[in-house]
């Protein structure tokens, strides 16, 4: 019972700590776009921490990850820290991608994180050869792909399903289905409002969570997970969510395609506020070791940030690298 109750209080202070270090990053960068630090778009992951938390908590370094323009949280719990994030989107050397790649481009092989992109859909085709690379090296590690329900409608999304199943690929697609592609609403891209029940048009299982419910998350990732590394194939998973920031800052957060009642109600269901309640309900932390942990994780992030804010530019001599082969 002990190593239970301490495995409990890992798990829990791991996640915690996850999603509010997400929610302080985002929401600094948010204020630093509107200051004029980063230069490009800037798609924040408000609201949605519990999903990035929640699967990653079940993920090692060997697992790889592809995402989409809203990566910053799949990056910050995948293992990339603030300042190489914050750094990232100033455009400085030490950026995780050297200040190449800026919000949309996030690259950390090192780490199991190989790629965000702008374009939608490419992760959950990635993701299907991280699985097949996996299979054929026997490695056990997993390919996972983070999309928005506008990538359901992409062909993409059956193809890389499809193949997957074909060959009972270690893979996981993880759908944030936060109502909205962009500004328009999932019911009126689709006829049908849910996605995990696709899964059944390619024999794989589909699980549909709360996806502001940090637990709920892990425990259909890590059953996920766990069944593709013991062979048993890819899993589909619906996260039902919600961004309470605008689609990417400096656009409206209401208007013509939402309401502030909307928005306001899915602010009452914030993922970070419900677990919080649940870890003093559960006496797993007390409130006080929850306020430091979020002292702490407040004054890390002000540092980072700093830090990021005071880093170099790239040297123009490079602009090229990456972009050709090197000359061996």
């Known amino acids: 019972m002990q190593s239970d109750a301490g495995e409990r209080f890992e798990l829990h202070r791991w996640l915690y700590r996850t999603m509010f270090t997400i929610r302080t990053v985002e929401e600094r960068l948010a204020r630093s776009f509107m200051a004029g630090l980063i230069h490009g778009a800037c798609h924040t992951y408000v609201g949605e921490e519990a999903v990035a938390a929640g699967v990653c908590a079940s993920l090692s370094e060997d697992d790889a990850v592809f995402s989409t323009h809203r990566g910053h949280g799949h990056a ?106 962009t500004e328009v609403p999932f019911s009126h891209a689709s006829r049908n409002p849910e996605v995990a029940p696709r899964a059944e048009n390619y024999g794989i299982p589909g699980v549909t969570v709360d996806g502001n419910d940090v637990l709920a998350v892990h425990e259909a990732a890590s059953r996920a997970i766990r069944r593709a590394r013991d062979g048993g194939g890819p899993t589909l998973i619906e996260a039902r969510t919600y961004r309470t920031r605008p689609h ?27 677990f919080r ?33 005071a880093a170099p530019w790239p040297d123009r001599g490079t602009a090229a690298r990456h972009a050709y082969r090197e000359a061996p």
């Open 76 to 181: 910050l719990a995948k293992g990339v820290s603030p300042v190489a994030l914050i750094a990232e989107l100033y455009g400085r050397e030490t950026g995780v991608s050297h200040g190449r790649g800026g919000s949309m481009h996030l690259f950390a092989p090192e780490i199991g994180l190989m790629g965000t992109s702008g374009i939608v859909g490419p992760c959950i085709l990635q993701a299907a050869g991280a699985g097949y690379s996996a299979k054929l090296l026997g490695n056990g590690s997993v390919g996972v792909a983070f999309f928005g329900d506008g990538a359901v409608g992409n062909g993409a999304f059956h193809e890389g399903l499809n193949l997957a199943a074909i060959y009972d690929l270690p893979a996981l697609f993880v759908c944030e289905n936060n109502l909205y592609a």
């Open 248 to 274: 990417a800052e400096g656009m409206g957060l209401t208007g013509v395609y939402r309401t502030e009642e909307e928005v306001a109600a899915w602010r009452e269901k914030d993922p970070i506020k419900m």
């Open 277 to 309: 309640s649940r870890i003093l309900s559960d006496e797993t932390m007390t409130e006080s070791d929850l306020d430091r942990m979020e002292s702490d994780i407040k004054s890390e992030v002000d540092e980072a940030e700093q830090e990021a804010a």
